[in-house]
């Protein structure tokens, strides 16, 4: 079955830690996409790509850093530098560029400071 | 830079009724689309409507796109209480050099039993 995964469904980061979240896809989209959400929030783009080994930054890229070496994965770090890193993340992926923006979506990572 | 914007923020409602969404946007679109979210997932594709569609429709589910208002609505009709969930609306600009999808704040959306 195809589909979006991410992984892992929980996650906590010690203060000053960089930490990863990983997304994959195999439904052959070339899009992919991080979204943020806060507690009763929409969702704000953080990162997203277009094609392999193109990224561009999203609203809020600050203290973000993204990947695609391939065009299944697109893996999510949270550096030391994102100040509020504890939130709900999603990642989504696209057929991309005029081929249609229905997005599919990966369960979320949870992720905590502690 | 929000694009979209729900109305309301929150619904309350009894199973059975219909459940009437808003959607308010700022620039020109391709389309549209929305979105649902049960609490602590991933969100699942509902519907996408495009810039030159006016209705649409989808078992319970009625959306309407008025360009020139910059406005949707979703229409959930005989709702159940397994339609509770957060419902939110996307759009992309007409062509940029990127795509990009942006989501509006959602409207939570309970239906009582």
């Known amino acids: 079955d195809g589909g979006i995964t991410q992984s892992p469904k929980y996650l906590f980061r010690k203060e000053g830690q960089n930490v990863t979240l990983s997304c994959e896809q195999n439904l052959n989209h070339d899009a992919m996409y991080w979204y943020r959400q806060d507690p009763g929030q929409g969702l704000r783009l953080i990162y997203y790509?277009?094609?392999?080994?193109?990224?561009q930054k999203g609203d809020i890229a600050e203290g973000y850093s993204v990947s695609r070496e391939k065009k299944e994965s697109f893996p999510l770090t949270v550096t030391s530098a994102q100040k509020n890193p504890t939130a709900f993340y999603l990642c989504a992926s696209s057929l991309g560029r005029d081929r249609g923006t229905e997005a599919f979506f990966g369960q979320g990572t949870r992720l905590t400071v502690v | 830079s929000q694009q979209g914007e729900e109305d309301p923020q929150a619904l309350s409602i009894q199973e059975g009724e219909n459940a009437t969404m808003n959607c308010s946007y700022k620039?020109?679109?391709?389309?549209l689309q929305w979105y649902r979210q049960n609490s602590g997932r991933g969100l699942v594709h509902l519907i996408l409507?495009?810039?030159?569609?006016r209705e649409k429709h989808s078992g319970r589910l009625r959306v309407t796109l008025d360009t020139s208002k910059k406005s949707s609505s979703l229409l959930i009709t005989a709702s159940r209480a397994a339609d509770t969930a957060s419902y939110f609306c996307?759009?992309?600009?007409?062509?940029?050099?990127?795509?990009?999808?942006?989501f509006g704040p959602g409207t939570s959306l309970s239906v009582i039993p």
């Open positions: 996307a759009t992309d600009a007409v062509k940029t050099s990127y795509d990009k999808v942006i």
């Open positions: 409507i495009r810039s030159n569609e």
């Open positions: 620039t020109s679109i391709n389309n």
């Open positions: 790509s277009q094609i392999v080994n193109d990224f």
